[in-house]
């Protein structure tokens, strides 16, 4: 699957994913940083954002929300994008991109 060829919630994933991992490396490097959050940027850090397609999308659990679990799964099988679940629930707590993830997703975003 090319890049024209993706659907539009795979482009959003990527995108967002790699916005939010930028913030979270920005936000480590900082000299002052917030130390509340310190450990949260630190697992994000090592895992990935913390995902919710309601939260990054404004997705409910519908049809909308259905879509992009399905983009999410799709990601996966591409190798562009890595989950780490929860092992009690089953349930996606972090993602990140794979180097080729990376590429795709600084190719759509410009």
Request: aromatic content about 8%; charged content about 25%.
């Amino acid at each position: 699957m090319g890049l024209f060829s993706m659907k539009r919630e795979m482009a959003e994933i990527l995108v967002e994913c790699r916005l939010r991992a930028m913030i979270v490396e920005d936000a480590i490097n900082r000299p002052f940083r917030d130390i509340f959050a310190e450990q949260e940027w630190g697992i994000e850090s090592t895992y990935g954002p913390s995902y919710s397609h309601a939260r990054w999308f404004g997705a409910g659990s519908g049809a909308e929300g259905m879509r992009y679990s399905r983009a999410l799964q799709s990601l996966v099988k591409l190798g562009l994008v890595q989950r780490c679940v929860d092992s009690h629930s089953g349930r996606v707590l972090n993602i990140s991109l794979t180097p080729e993830g990376v590429e795709a997703a600084d190719k759509i975003g410009g």
